[in-house]
């Protein structure tokens, strides 16, 4: 397995290379107005968001490689791990209201060094062995990743428009540039990981230690430069506040509750009355609560055969990344498919992944090497999933609304994930406490039964909206399409 895995990053790093330079060749460059790359006082606006965003992301990154080894590194069983991540992604769920709404309660950036706070502490419970610490910990955890997905966007679009004056039509350029960079800091994250834990033999740990100077680096650039940056936006508020400085915070706070709830309602009206948008929400909680169970099980099942995990992680990134290349290319001018076939695509593939792993993962009868195959196909069709559902959503969801829609699409995605995970610590317990390897076998033929449900759901919303202009690529209609 570690040749296999030094193999692996390899092809799919030379893959990622030659996706990215065809890419390039066949897909024009995306229209932006001329004036994003002429303006210096926007380039500069970008570059110093990039710093403390990019470094927050980095962080987060570091602790996906080594995370259960940690815990199986304390000596804690199968079953208890699994109650973690349950903690975890509940914490998400209980903390993404309070996310939403407490960038205008708190302040824009106080959340963001909040974040910086929360993740650091967080990953400094890592360091302990009781487990009472480690649940405070996941805790933190699921506060600190609800605030790195609102926080940081918040601050960076409130500047943006309010600071600056810049046009909104610029931001999307802004945060593509992040996407770009997310993907590379993924890969090189799982690089530095195994680096510190496997290399220097610093042990599980280690990454997690080196995400607490990232973070402060990160508290830094927000404490410092975004702070000069904040007092354009701050004098610009007040000024145009008819009650003057000293009123106009107070009242944001007062109504930041009523936007937030209004926001859920509307979504909730939106997501019961329009029936794209309800199929369009069933096949994310299946696909992505499969993901989250997917990162659970991952590590018990290639660990045992002595693979260099951060390297594995890379590998997973790295397919990833391909996946997303790939759709960049498909919907080319040159291919021309529709984000639907490729939304279907990417449920077969992830069907085909765990059928694999049914078989791969037997009792008394694994086979690693498979497993890790499996695992890789899931990931490259994670990556031709993201990009698809989110030009769908963008299509089918009303703009105003998309935000509280997004809320109530997270309910069910986490609920199902949950549940996934405390079925499987139930079958573990149900063994006297030991560890199940046809728990794990008989929780992938239940994601392997959620794909073909995503997948019917995606026929379901193409069928429906058969001529629906919405639901395609212009430049790309033809009669009957999807």
Same mark, same amino acid.
């Given at each position: 397995?570690?040749?296999?895995?030094?193999?692996?990053?390899?092809?799919?790093?030379?893959?990622?290379?030659?996706?990215?330079?065809?890419?390039?060749?066949?897909?024009?460059?995306?229209? #932006?107005?001329?004036?994003?790359?002429?303006?210096?006082?926007?380039?500069?606006?970008?570059?110093?968001?990039?710093?403390?965003?990019?470094?927050?992301?980095?962080?987060?990154?570091?602790?996906?490689?080594?995370?259960?080894?940690? *815990?199986?590194?304390?000596?804690?069983?199968? /079953?208890?791990?699994?109650?973690?991540?349950?903690? +975890?992604?509940?914490?998400?769920?209980?903390?993404?209201?309070?996310? +939403?709404?407490?960038?205008?309660?708190?302040?824009?950036?106080?959340?963001?060094?909040?974040?910086?706070?929360?993740?650091?502490?967080?990953?400094?419970?890592?360091?302990?062995?009781? *487990?009472?610490?480690?649940? =405070?910990?996941?805790?933190?955890?699921?506060?600190?990743?609800?605030?790195?997905?609102?926080?940081?966007?918040?601050?960076?679009?409130?500047?943006?428009?309010?600071?600056?004056?810049?046009?909104?039509?610029?931001?999307?350029?802004?945060? #593509?540039?992040?996407?770009?960079?997310?993907?590379?800091? $993924?890969?090189?994250? +799982?690089?530095?990981?195994?680096?510190?834990?496997?290399?220097?033999?610093?042990?599980?740990? $280690?990454?997690?230690?080196? $995400? =607490?100077?990232?973070?402060?680096?990160?508290?830094?650039? =927000?404490?410092?430069?975004?702070?000069?940056?904040?007092?354009?936006?701050?004098?610009?508020?007040?000024?145009?506040?008819?009650?003057?400085?000293?009123?106009?915070?107070?009242? $944001?706070?007062?109504?930041?509750?009523?936007?937030?709830?209004?926001?859920?309602?509307?979504?909730?009206?939106?997501?019961?009355?329009?029936? !794209?948008?309800?199929?369009?929400?069933?096949?994310?909680?299946?696909?992505?609560?499969?993901?989250?169970?997917?990162?659970?099980?991952? #590590?018990?099942?290639?660990?045992?055969?002595?693979?260099?995990?951060?390297?594995? &992680?890379?590998?997973?990134?790295?397919?990833?990344?391909? +996946?997303?290349?790939?759709? !960049?290319?498909?919907?080319? #001018?040159?291919?021309? @498919?529709?984000?639907?076939?490729?939304?279907?695509?990417?449920?077969?593939?992830?069907?085909?992944?765990?059928?694999?792993?049914?078989?791969?993962?037997?009792?008394?009868?694994?086979?690693?090497?498979?497993?890790?195959?499996?695992?890789?196909?899931?990931?490259?069709? /994670?990556?031709?999933?993201?990009?698809?559902?989110?030009?769908?959503?963008?299509?089918?969801?009303?703009?105003?609304?998309?935000?509280?829609?997004?809320?109530? &699409? !997270?309910?069910? @995605?986490?609920?199902?994930?949950?549940?996934?995970?405390?079925?499987?610590?139930?079958?573990?317990?149900?063994?006297?406490?030991?560890?199940?390897?046809?728990?794990?076998?008989?929780?992938?033929?239940?994601?392997?039964?959620?794909?073909?449900?995503?997948?019917?759901?995606?026929?379901?919303?193409?069928?429906?909206?058969?001529?629906?202009?919405? @639901? !395609?690529?212009?430049?790309?209609?033809?009669?009957?399409?999807?």
């Amino acid at each position: 397995m570690l040749v296999t895995a030094y193999l692996a990053i390899l092809v799919l790093l030379a893959l990622c290379v030659g996706l990215e330079l065809a890419a390039r060749r066949l897909t024009p460059p995306q229209p #932006t107005p001329s004036a994003v790359g002429t303006n210096p006082a926007f380039r500069c606006f970008q570059a110093l968001f990039l710093r403390g965003y990019l470094l927050a992301l980095w962080a987060d990154w570091l602790q996906g490689p080594y995370l259960y080894k940690l *815990y199986r590194h304390y000596s804690f069983l199968e /079953s208890q791990i699994a109650i973690l991540y349950v903690i +975890g992604l509940a914490s998400c769920v209980l903390f993404a209201p309070v996310a +939403g709404w407490l960038p205008q309660v708190l302040g824009r950036r106080q959340t963001c060094l909040l974040f910086c706070v929360a993740y650091s502490a967080c990953c400094l419970t890592k360091l302990s062995r009781d *487990y009472f610490v480690l649940i =405070v910990g996941r805790m933190l955890g699921g506060l600190s990743t609800s605030l790195l997905s609102t926080a940081f966007e918040a601050w960076y679009v409130h500047q943006h428009v309010n600071a600056h004056d810049f046009p909104k039509e610029w931001i999307p350029n802004t945060f #593509t540039k992040a996407a770009s960079w997310n993907h590379g800091l $993924a890969v090189g994250a +799982g690089l530095v990981a195994n680096m510190l834990a496997e290399w220097l033999h610093l042990g599980p740990v $280690a990454p997690f230690l080196l $995400a =607490v100077p990232c973070l402060g680096a990160c508290g830094w650039v =927000v404490l410092t430069d975004w702070g000069m940056e904040e007092k354009g936006g701050l004098e610009r508020d007040n000024k145009t506040s008819l009650l003057g400085p000293s009123a106009s915070v107070p009242l $944001a706070r007062a109504s930041a509750r009523a936007r937030f709830w209004r926001s859920c309602q509307e979504g909730l009206r939106c997501l019961l009355s329009d029936r !794209r948008v309800m199929l369009l929400g069933g096949v994310q909680a299946l696909f992505e609560s499969v993901l989250y169970i997917f990162v659970f099980l991952w #590590t018990p099942v290639l660990d045992p055969h002595g693979p260099p995990l951060g390297i594995v &992680f890379s590998c997973l990134m790295a397919a990833s990344m391909a +996946g997303s290349l790939l759709y !960049r290319l498909a919907t080319s #001018t040159r291919y021309r @498919l529709q984000p639907g076939h490729l939304l279907c695509f990417s449920m077969l593939l992830a069907f085909f992944s765990f059928f694999m792993l049914i078989f791969s993962t037997a009792p008394g009868q694994p086979r690693p090497r498979e497993s890790l195959l499996a695992f890789l196909l899931l990931e490259l069709a /994670s990556g031709l999933y993201f990009p698809a559902v989110s030009f769908l959503q963008g299509r089918v969801i009303p703009e105003e609304k998309r935000a509280g829609v997004l809320a109530w &699409f !997270r309910l069910p @995605l986490h609920l199902l994930a949950c549940l996934g995970l405390l079925a499987l610590h139930g079958e573990v317990s149900g063994t006297g406490g030991g560890e199940s390897g046809s728990g794990t076998r008989n929780m992938f033929g239940g994601c392997a039964v959620m794909m073909l449900a995503a997948l019917l759901a995606v026929v379901s919303l193409f069928t429906l909206g058969r001529n629906d202009v919405d @639901l !395609r690529l212009e430049g790309h209609k033809g009669e009957g399409e999807i």
